[in-house]
């Protein structure tokens, strides 16, 4: 994702989907593991339509790393950080949009208040998650296993999202492409807003 856009930006492609991003891990505090996604989104001038951060890492310091980088986090048409496979990650948001023409708006808004050296996330909650139990057994099962089979660093990350794939019996992949079926959309929406400006 961290390369993406950047070379979105370098196309002067203002807009760009996809389905989780990476964050900060659950070991950071020992580890210092994080996601090259969010100092690219800190330096690169490009609106995330995502569905929040993967539920398989540390979600609330995630969002304490992005407010540190003073990256917005809006919601779109909910109050709720959405955890990827989760259309709720249990986290609040301050700031929420109803429409691609109000995220439009924002985006503008940064632009012309000098605001656009960096991005900007806008959350977009999956709309059909996996089912929570479901989601909460495999994802602890998918931790142990990588702390059984020394998995560690940037290694985790595939490795829990094959972990859920397997275990999941396809559900998570289910998931996965509704999410970059419904960001994509809302992106091209958004697209759309903003070439439409009078």
Request: overall charge negative.
């Given at each position: 994702?961290?390369?993406?856009?950047?070379?979105a930006a370098l196309?002067?492609?203002e807009v760009f989907a996809t389905g989780g991003l990476g964050g900060v891990h659950r070991d950071a505090s020992t580890s210092w593991d994080e996601s090259a996604d969010l100092m690219a989104i800190a330096t690169t001038p490009i609106l995330v339509v995502c569905a929040g951060v993967k539920s398989i890492l540390d979600v609330p310091a995630t969002l304490e790393r992005l407010e540190?980088?003073?990256?917005?986090v809006v919601g779109f048409q909910t109050n709720h950080f959405?955890?990827?496979y989760l259309a709720e990650s249990g986290e609040q948001l301050e700031h929420r949009c109803d429409s691609p023409a109000q995220?439009?708006?924002i985006w503008r808004a940064r632009a012309a208040s000098g605001s656009q050296r960096?991005?900007?996330i806008l959350a977009n909650p999956a709309s059909e998650q996996m089912e929570p139990k479901l989601h909460e057994r495999i994802l602890q099962g998918g931790l142990a296993a990588a702390k059984s089979n020394g998995v560690h660093g940037k290694a985790v990350t595939p490795f829990l999202l094959e972990y859920f794939h397997e275990q999941s019996e396809g559900e998570s992949l289910r998931v996965n492409?509704?999410?970059?079926r419904g960001n994509a959309a809302l992106a091209?929406?958004?697209?759309?807003?903003l070439a439409s400006r009078s």
């Open positions: 994702m961290a390369a993406t856009s950047r070379i196309a002067e492609i540190t980088l003073s990256i917005p959405p955890g990827f995220v439009a708006a960096s991005g900007m492409i509704e999410i970059i091209a929406d958004i697209a759309v807003a």
